[in-house]
């Protein structure tokens, strides 16, 4: 019940429009109610006592009835669809924007398909009972009193033999909503799998088709598509067996009237008209505890979702700015790493790291994947924080800095370059989008974006595919280089950001990056040595989260450990890579 209530809250903002809605709600029963009363008269002092010039009168009744009860109907599921719909946009506002001030760690668990059906599936499910299922329980409440004190009006004995099978339906329906709550919850979850195979395969198709995966995809699918499909099945079993349970409860009621019922109009003791409208009555009471089973149908489901989403809400942001958060002004990009140690699922990735790079130097750090490398530039972003020791800008624990300035001082330029389906110069402006358009050229041309892009249909209007797609490599990175540049950070960082590309278009962005890092402190983070990591000022050369080695090009070389092994080994590759 507590989610019941929290979900409420969510219609604080249109309580004037639910009260209207219930107010109508609540017409229209009163409209059903009146109808078998009409039915009554018709019957006894109509067509019984054959006073056939009331029919008229009695039929216009009935025809208002009827329509005022289908105008107040469509006013009714007007407001709650449009009250639902306001109530699911603030959820999946507030979802959403939780979603983006969470930490990586939260994303490192969480499946993109988990995280896709709380936004979408979930929410569905929810706004479903809130359009419907809320307004019906307080339908179902109110036609059940009002029916039930019309029929006790009309005849104690028959009003109570139509509940003598109100206790076997309640018993029915509670065991409904037992068994249902864990099957929906398996749903959910199955559902989750489901959504997040189709997207990892929609997204990894390139490499399907390379590899010639179909069929193996294919059943991998099925596998995933079947446990979704066992539990909807699982879920119809439970309700194959209680629905048509209480359909026949519901019958034996309306058997039971009718047979006592005729019984005394036989003998006088009954009218015609009056079983005819008790009868309608039984079925005004019987239907609401019908849709009792819809309804708990429809709640297990919403209640499952709302477990899920209200779970994502209550989740801890791990990664925040604290209060009086210190904001970051014309730094010079003085760095330092003090005794760091940091731990990523129960394993030590770093330890005690201490680094400390000077105003406008560039400090290139190697190392073999796993080593430890790319940790440190997550912590100096803040993207995590370390178990133990201190990262500092100009002498200011980044703890004590927003989040925000952090990171708007900081251009990373990754090995995945990701780019969004829109217009180039939005690609670019992504950092910054009150950015003029002077602003963007002029990234554009520092990152030497600009010639290839002016040569374009549309020039920086042109929009990219989904990922980039009708980019090269070499100008993805491009376009990567200009959008971390374009709020002009005084750190900047490059995550590998040429391993993946050719050595001729890696040669000709590394001739872009010298440009680009002139003035700032750079961070290399690489495994391959090139030719700015040769001329950093400072290598640190890692291993299982320490570093091991650490001098200048030539202090190494002259070292001769691992990255005089690493230099040697890559220098030969290359060579042979060239034609003979």
Not at 67 to 81: G, P, R, T, V
Not at 114 to 139: C, P
Not at 336 to 345: A, I, L, P, R, S
Request: charged share 20%; with cysteine.
């Amino acid at each position: 019940m507590d989610y019941l209530k929290r979900l409420m809250k969510y219609l604080d903002d249109c309580k004037l429009l639910v009260a209207v809605g219930l107010i109508l709600a609540l017409a229209g029963i009163f409209c059903s109610m009146a109808v078998p009363k009409v039915s009554k008269h018709i019957i006894d002092d109509v067509l019984v006592a054959r006073h056939f010039e009331k029919l008229y009168h009695f039929a216009i009744i009935l025809a208002g009835l009827v329509l005022s009860k289908a105008i107040l109907n469509y006013f009714q599921s007007y407001i709650f669809e449009y009250t639902s719909q306001k109530a699911i946009y603030k959820l999946r506002e507030q979802l959403y924007t939780k979603l983006q001030y969470q930490s990586f760690e939260y994303f490192d668990r969480a499946s993109t398909g988990a995280i896709m059906n709380r936004i979408v599936g979930d929410l569905e499910a929810i706004r479903n009972f809130l359009n419907q299922g809320f307004v019906q329980v307080i339908s179902i409440v109110i036609t059940l009193i009002l029916a039930l004190s019309i029929m006790l009006s009309m005849n104690l004995l028959l009003s109570f033999l139509s509940l003598a099978t109100t206790p076997l339906i309640y018993s029915n329906v509670k065991s409904l909503a037992k068994k249902l709550q864990p099957t929906f919850r398996e749903i959910r979850t199955s559902f989750e799998k489901l959504t997040s195979k189709v997207q990892e395969n929609i997204t990894g198709i390139r490499v399907v088709k390379a590899f010639g995966n179909e069929e193996l995809e294919k059943k991998s699918f099925g596998k995933v598509a079947f446990e979704f499909t066992s539990k909807n099945i699982q879920a119809a079993d439970i309700r194959s067996v209680h629905n048509p349970l209480a359909n026949f409860l519901n019958g034996l009621n309306s058997v039971i009237i009718l047979v006592v019922g005729g019984y005394l109009a036989i003998k006088g003791k009954l009218s015609i008209g009056t079983l005819f409208a008790f009868v309608s009555y039984v079925n005004l009471f019987s239907a609401p505890i019908g849709n009792i089973q819809n309804l708990v149908n429809q709640w297990q489901n919403a209640f499952a979702s709302l477990e899920k989403v209200f779970e994502v809400l209550d989740s801890e942001v791990l990664i925040h700015s604290p209060k009086n958060a210190i904001h970051l002004k014309n730094i010079k990009g003085d760095i330092k790493f003090e005794n760091v140690y940091f731990k990523y699922k129960d394993k030590f990735v770093l330890k005690g790291i201490n680094i400390h790079i000077q105003p406008g130097e560039v400090v290139a750090i190697l190392g073999q994947a796993g080593s430890g490398k790319s940790s440190l530039i997550n912590l100096l972003a803040r993207f995590y924080d370390p178990t133990s020791g201190r990262i500092l800008i100009d002498d200011v624990d980044v703890k004590n800095v927003k989040l925000c300035s952090l990171r708007r001082n900081i251009g990373i330029i990754m090995q995945e370059t990701f780019i969004f389906s829109d217009t180039i110069a939005a690609n670019i402006a992504f950092g910054k989008p009150d950015a003029k358009e002077e602003e963007i050229k002029w990234a554009a041309k520092l990152a030497r974006a600009d010639e290839f892009i002016e040569r374009l249909p549309e020039g920086y209007s042109t929009v990219v595919g989904e990922r980039g797609i009708g980019l090269s490599g070499g100008q993805k990175q491009r376009i990567a280089i200009a959008r971390a540049l374009i709020y002009n950070p005084k750190i900047l960082v490059l995550d590998d950001a040429t391993s993946s590309l050719d050595f001729e278009t890696e040669a000709e962005i590394q001739n872009t990056l010298k440009e680009v890092i002139k003035g700032r402190t750079t961070i290399i983070i690489t495994h391959r040595i090139s030719q700015l990591v040769v001329e950093a000022n400072k290598i640190y050369y890692m291993q299982d989260g320490r570093i091991v080695e650490q001098g200048t090009h030539e202090e190494l070389m002259r070292f001769k450990g691992r990255y005089y092994t690493t230099f040697k080994k890559q220098l030969l590759e290359r060579a042979n890579s060239l034609p003979a």
